[in-house]
């Protein structure tokens, strides 16, 4: 796999696998996940990719939130499914960039939102003992 290069290739699938389950929970969940909304995941995470993409966003802090800070924030929790819920996890993250590039014009707290969520993605990880 890695001398021919479709390791790369089986990383992409199985990573956009990977998100394409977060978003169909997400709608499942209703209420319960902060990134559903009455539209479908899927086509709300599409539009916020499109928009972020053609005009980056000036968080709070005055940094610039891009794309490839999206789809490496994305990525990342896709190695940590933990890392997707709660008020401080991907789907709230994702459903306030979204608020702020769809329509809400506010990004106030996206910049402590987003080093919460990237403090809990390179944290330690948590493992059980293993008794070898």
């Not at 021919?4 to 199985?14: F, H, M, P, T, Y």
């Not at 499942?28 to 916020?48: I, M, T």
């Not at 709230?92 to 979204?98: G, H, I, S």
């Not at 996206?110 to 070898?132: H, T």
């Amino acid at each position: 796999l890695w001398s021919s290069g479709w390791q790369i290739k089986s990383d992409r699938i199985a990573t956009q696998e990977e998100f394409d389950e977060f978003l169909k929970l997400c709608d499942a969940a209703g209420p319960d996940c902060a990134f559903a909304s009455s539209q479908p995941s899927k086509a709300r995470w599409e539009r916020l990719a499109s928009a972020i993409r053609r005009h980056p966003v000036t968080l709070d802090d005055g940094s610039s939130y891009t794309y490839d800070f999206l789809i490496g924030d994305v990525v990342g929790a896709m190695y940590d499914p933990s890392s997707w819920g709660g008020p401080e996890g991907l789907a709230a993250f994702l459903d306030f960039l979204a608020d702020a590039v769809l329509g809400d014009d506010s990004v106030a707290g996206a910049a402590a939102l987003r080093a919460s969520l990237v403090d809990r993605l390179s944290g330690p990880a948590e493992e059980a003992d293993y008794d070898n």
